[in-house]
């Protein structure tokens, strides 16, 4: 059987990219013939695009928080603390020392180590209120994986670590991705949103079976309902 390759791009502050995370490991233990791969997006990568989006890092939070409560409805275990990170003294956190912390792992152990930092990256972020822009946070998270500690701290701080996640940002531009969570299926196939595990493998299926649509061509298949996600419009970050 053919392998299906699914491009998952995602940021490391997305909220619905947090239960979308979870739904896409129960989905690789069902199959033999899916293959993940991980793919940056940043919906702030550095502190300016906030101010643009927002107007100030401080206004960040407040309207963040809002898409928390929609993301903490669409997660299957409803694990967001949104009144702890109401609570916290620390500015929102930008999308770039997190998706570099990732992405390190990932060039030393694959896809598999990617996620397991990027989930544990996550849950000090939606779960545990902790500001994942701080580098001692993200060492937290790290030595909370099996990846060896000194491996990953001098991978991160190579320039080739950014490098490559940049080259992820440009794929999602040539791929004409705007928001996360985003499936590529195949480098054919677009599912965007965090569905339903049970709508993604049924449209995994679909694909599987599709012979009709063109090979050349990234298509986004219509679906009943508009799957929850993280964007940016002329700017301005949004999330429903």
Same mark, same amino acid.
Not at 81 to 91: A, P, S, V, Y
């Given at each position: 059987m053919p392998m299906i390759q699914i491009e998952f791009f995602h940021d490391v502050i997305c909220s619905f990219c947090f239960p979308m995370s979870a739904r896409m490991r129960r989905i690789s233990k069902n199959y033999n013939n899916i293959e993940i791969k991980h793919r940056s997006f940043a919906l702030g990568w550095e502190a300016e695009d906030f101010i643009r989006s927002f107007g100030s890092r401080e206004a960040v939070k407040p309207e963040v928080l809002s898409h928390w409560a929609e993301a903490n409805k669409n997660d299957d275990e409803h694990r967001f *603390?949104?009144?702890? =990170?109401?609570?916290?003294?620390?500015?929102f956190p930008i999308s770039k020392p997190g998706l570099k912390a990732a992405k390190a792992a990932g060039l030393i152990g694959g896809d598999d180590m990617y996620w397991d930092v990027f989930d544990r990256i996550q849950n000090k972020l939606f779960v545990? *209120?902790?500001?994942?822009?701080?580098? /001692? /946070? %993200?060492?937290e998270a790290v030595k909370e994986t099996g990846i060896s500690f000194d491996e990953w701290k001098a991978m991160f701080e190579r320039d080739e670590t950014e490098n490559a996640v940049l080259e992820d940002l440009q794929l999602a531009q040539a791929y004409g991705i705007h928001s996360v969570p985003t499936l590529v299926i195949n480098q054919k196939y677009a599912i965007s949103g965090a569905r339903s595990q049970e709508e993604i493998e049924k449209t995994l299926a679909k694909i599987s079976k599709d012979e009709g649509i063109p090979l050349n061509k990234l298509q986004? %298949?219509? =679906?009943?309902?508009?799957?929850?996600?993280?964007s940016i419009v002329d700017g301005k970050w949004q999330c429903d």
């Open positions: *603390n949104i009144e702890g =990170m109401r609570q916290t003294d620390f500015n545990e *209120n902790k500001n994942i822009e701080d580098i /001692v /946070v %993200l060492e986004t %298949l219509q =679906m009943d309902e508009t799957g929850a996600s993280c």
